[in-house]
């Protein structure tokens, strides 16, 4: 049969999880098995097309029909696959009801408010980490799984002490979170007026004003994946012109007041400059006084560091097959 490895699990509702899709994940199995039947098929024609001495369009035409035979005889086998993933109609229908009205109601969310509440944040190369690490590793165990842990070499960033205060037009306490992998402040922080902006484009426009600001992008929420690549590369895009830090919007399309963090990239050869997410909130308000021709002014502190790569462990379950677990 066949083996499923999990590589840093991050919660215990994973067998759960997998458990639910019996049905699509054995439709995907047998698919792929008919697929694995038909490489060499066109493997065969492929090479066909390379040294076979027939003028070309024989050679198309005949391989055009070798395929269409080889779709056909999938087709004819569509049947069988249907008959096979019905066969686990009862087990879904089973598991399906332990999950909802069984034994294992609410064990998913009960086992991770129970991993956050015991273990909370967990940044590369930190205690926390560890923690999460053998909690996960014992629990998976528990649940009888196969786990294992692999040594590895790993990034250890560290966030440190952080604050920031808007000082000028009026003395406002502003939340905030380091993004990863950002460099610190000197101790006594960056003191700057800032420049505020919208998008890349607006920056650029704007590229004359950078020089020894404090950048705030507060860009429009769009989608997660278009709006990310600012506070993935906005640090370096200020940087290129002469900016002293940047302080980025969180990317959410909701906010109570809560920064949002996640991971950014200097690029090479562009000076790294320190860089933390802000509030939704935060960001709005400073558009709207620079847009009303205020002067901008906010002291960042940062305490943030890169040390050397930490040890630590990808942990791998494996629900090995039933009928070949040797394979």
């Known amino acids: 049969m066949f083996e499923i490895k999990v590589l840093n699990l991050c919660d215990a509702s994973g067998q759960l999880v997998r458990s639910r899709n019996?049905?699509?994940?054995?439709?995907?199995m047998a698919l792929e098995v008919r697929l694995n039947c038909l490489l060499p098929v066109f493997t065969s024609l492929l090479l066909s097309l390379v040294i076979d001495s027939h003028p070309v369009s024989e050679r198309i035409f005949s391989s055009t029909a070798a395929i269409r035979a080889?779709?056909?005889?999938?087709?004819?086998?569509?049947?069988?696959?249907?008959?096979?993933?019905?066969?686990?109609?009862?087990?879904?229908?089973h598991i399906i009801e332990?999950?909802?009205?069984?034994?294992?109601?609410?064990?998913?969310?009960?086992?991770?408010?129970?991993?956050?509440?015991?273990?909370?944040?967990r940044v590369s190369g930190s205690q926390n980490l560890e923690m999460a690490i053998k909690y996960m590793h014992n629990a998976m165990t528990q649940d009888g799984l196969d786990v294992h842990l692999e040594p590895v070499k790993i990034p250890h960033w560290v966030r440190g002490q952080e604050s920031a205060e808007m000082i000028l037009p009026r003395?406002?306490?502003?939340?905030?979170?380091?993004?990863g992998s950002s460099v610190g402040t000197p101790p006594e922080g960056v003191k700057a007026e800032v420049l505020v902006v919208q998008s890349f484009?607006?920056?650029?426009?704007?590229?004359?004003?950078?020089?020894?600001?404090?950048?705030?992008?507060?860009?429009?929420?769009?989608?997660?994946?278009?709006?990310?690549?600012?506070?993935?590369f906005s640090a370096s895009e200020a940087a290129r012109l002469g900016a002293v830090a940047t302080l980025i919007r969180s990317v959410t399309p909701f906010s109570i007041n809560s920064?949002?963090?996640?991971?950014?990239?200097?690029?090479?050869?562009?000076?790294?400059?320190?860089?933390?997410?802000?509030?939704?909130?935060d960001a709005e308000l400073m558009w709207r006084l620079a847009q009303s021709k205020q002067k901008i002014v906010v002291?960042?502190?940062m305490g943030a560091?890169?040390?050397?790569?930490?040890?630590?462990?990808?942990?791998?379950?494996?629900?090995?097959?039933?009928?070949?677990p040797e394979q």
């Open 305 to 324: 560091q890169t040390l050397p790569d930490a040890d630590s462990f990808n942990t791998v379950a494996e629900i090995r097959g039933w009928q070949h």
């Open 299 to 301: 002291r960042l502190i």
């Open 201 to 232: 484009e607006e920056l650029k426009r704007r590229a004359s004003e950078a020089a020894g600001r404090i950048v705030v992008f507060n860009q429009p929420f769009i989608s997660y994946g278009e709006t990310v690549s600012y506070r993935a």
């Open 259 to 281: 920064p949002h963090t996640g991971s950014q990239t200097y690029q090479e050869g562009v000076k790294r400059i320190p860089t933390a997410c802000i509030t939704v909130e």
């Open 70 to 93: 080889a779709s056909n005889e999938t087709i004819k086998k569509a049947p069988d696959i249907a008959a096979e993933v019905g066969q686990y109609a009862d087990l879904a229908k």
């Open 22 to 28: 019996v049905k699509d994940h054995n439709l995907k």
């Open 171 to 179: 003395a406002k306490s502003l939340a905030i979170l380091g993004l």
């Open 98 to 121: 332990l999950a909802v009205f069984g034994a294992a109601q609410n064990r998913s969310y009960r086992r991770l408010a129970d991993f956050t509440d015991t273990v909370g944040n």
